[in-house]
């Protein structure tokens, strides 16, 4: 009975042992072996596009968002109150200086003008006959003053009659586009109540503000390049012409003031411009495409490609892997970017395929799909 009992332990004894031999083979041995296998297996080489850092001229430039506005632009309004006559003018019409656009009723101020004038008649008469009088002895000196003021005193209401009816008679005051029409025959309409604006088009201000910092940089007679979003590829070109008196305490930004030629009047008060002031003599910078900049919270980064620090000895051509750099960028023009720090002129940085590579990974340049290129100036 004992002996049975003892080969009963050893039996178990041995299973034991040979089941955690199992486990230990099955739950640590083998993954471990198969990391160390997994691990030290090559990369593969993955295809990217790639280009390198080349060197460019750029002109030194401010850009900022500003708005179009009129040199000249009012509401036509007339200086007396009266009935409106005529209309000669139509909502949306281009006139020149000086075409008439409203003609108000005048038919109470011409009785009185002819008034006066019937009354100025009977008082040069009277004038002239106490003159005959007074040469003769019979009249007062008074008496010829007194028609003389009487005379005088007429001529200035048939003038001031005049100068009431032209009033009457509303003028554009420079060549420009109308808008609206605000009233209608027969319509009375008080001193102040606006017609119709009236805008000069040819040339337009634009104006947008610039930071104190650059304020230095600001000289009368700059040349401007304005970018609206109706007119997509366009640029619009113009020169500085002012700055306001006084730096806004708010945003310690300044308004400035730029003209813009616009003979085909298509720019109009009030809309929005991406403006670009070219400033100083160009520099020579170095630039990357903007596709091959990656920005996180941890910093602004680009892939490099450098030649592999362990390449494999039976490869016929040159290998290459990617390091990762952190970069200061400057400014960004169309689809480049001004790299002040990190990449040198001439390295090549990855443009396409980043979402599968990381630092030391193997790679392969293949720039046959080219990545398009936009077409048109944008506002930023």
Not at 26 to 53: C, H, R, Y
Not at 102 to 107: F, G, H, K, R, Y
Not at 172 to 177: H, I, K, L, R, S
Not at 288 to 314: C, E, F, H, R
Request: hydrophobic share 40%; proline share 6%; aromatic share 8%.
């Amino acid at each position: 009975m004992l002996r049975r009992i003892i080969y009963f332990l050893l039996v178990a004894i041995l299973l034991g042992g040979f089941g955690g031999a199992i486990a230990f083979y099955a739950f640590d041995f083998k993954p471990k072996f198969l990391q160390a296998v997994i691990m030290g297996a090559p990369k593969p080489t993955e295809t990217v596009s790639a280009e390198p850092a080349r060197e460019d001229k750029w002109q030194p430039q401010i850009t900022a968002v500003g708005s179009l506005s009129s040199v000249n632009g009012i509401d036509v309004t007339p200086q007396v109150a009266g009935i409106v006559k005529a209309i000669y003018f139509d909502s949306g019409q281009y006139v020149e200086k000086g075409a008439k656009l409203v003609e108000l009723d005048t038919d109470t101020e011409m009785a009185d003008q002819k008034n006066f004038e019937a009354q100025q008649v009977n008082a040069e008469a009277t004038l002239a006959r106490n003159e005959k009088i007074l040469a003769k002895g019979y009249a007062s000196q008074a008496e010829v003053d007194s028609a003389l003021s009487r005379r005088n005193a007429l001529a200035a209401s048939i003038e001031r009659m005049k100068a009431l009816i032209a009033q009457k008679t509303i003028y554009a005051p420079w060549t420009g586009q109308l808008g609206f029409r605000k009233v209608d025959i027969g319509k009375y309409v008080g001193p102040g109540q606006p017609i119709v604006w009236i805008q000069s088009l040819d040339p337009v201000y634009a104006d947008f503000p610039v930071p104190e910092e650059q304020f230095g940089r600001i000289k009368e007679g700059e040349k401007v390049e304005a970018v609206l979003p109706a007119y997509p590829g366009q640029v619009y070109e113009g020169e500085i012409v002012s700055t306001d008196a006084r730096m806004s305490e708010g945003s310690r930004a300044i308004t400035v003031r730029a003209k813009i030629d616009n003979p085909d009047h298509k720019l109009l008060p009030g809309m929005y411009a991406a403006v670009t002031v070219l400033t100083g003599d160009p520099e020579t910078v170095v630039t990357i495409p903007q596709t091959a900049v990656s920005y996180s919270l941890y910093g602004t980064s680009v892939y490099v490609v450098v030649p592999a620090k362990q390449p494999d000895p039976n490869a016929k051509q040159q290998q290459f892997e990617v390091e990762r750099r952190f970069v200061k960028t400057g400014e960004a023009r169309d689809d480049r970017v001004r790299i002040a720090d990190g990449v040198k002129l001439g390295e090549q940085v990855v443009t396409a395929g980043q979402n599968k590579i990381q630092p030391g990974t193997k790679v392969r340049i293949d720039n046959s799909v080219a990545l398009i290129e936009p077409q048109n100036r944008t506002m930023e």
